[in-house]
Nanobody, 115 residues
Framework: QVQLVESGGGLVQPGGSLRLSCAVS????????MSWYRQAPGKERELVAL????????NYADSVKCRFTISRDNDKNTVYLQMNSLKLEDTAVYYC????????WGQGTQVTVSS
């Protein structure tokens, strides 16, 4: 079956960095656009970053532009989110999502930015 497994979350101080990974199995990874979403307590889930299937194009939420970078390794079936200059408001559960004409979600990984 299809599995998306996120890792790399944790507790970090403001200004710090984290790198999230999402390992995908059970589908042809290179055919799917991949994205990262996040959901903070009491808020709706929001799109953070997206990368096309071949990795040729990326899009970012305005709130993370110039701080976060999405990338993918189609040989390793993995998508990454490098998060730099983290802010308190980046605290959320981060989810990866695979979509083509079907959509799959990971279980999420907690990122907490706190001093």
């Amino acid at each position: 079956q299809v599995q998306l497994v996120e890792s790399g979350g944790g507790l970090v101080q403001p200004g710090g960095s984290l790198r999230l990974s999402c390992a995908v199995s059970g589908l042809t990874f290179s055919n799917y656009a991949m994205s990262w979403y996040r959901q903070a307590p009491g808020k709706e889930r929001e799109l953070v970053a997206l990368i096309t299937s071949a990795g040729g194009r990326t899009n970012y939420a305005d709130s993370v532009k110039c701080r976060f970078t999405i990338s993918r390794d189609n040989d390793k079936n993995t998508v990454y989110l490098q998060m730099n200059s983290l802010k308190l408001e980046d605290t959320a559960v981060y989810y990866c999502r695979a979509n083509r004409w079907d959509v799959y979600w990971g279980q999420g990984t907690q990122v907490t930015v706190s001093s």
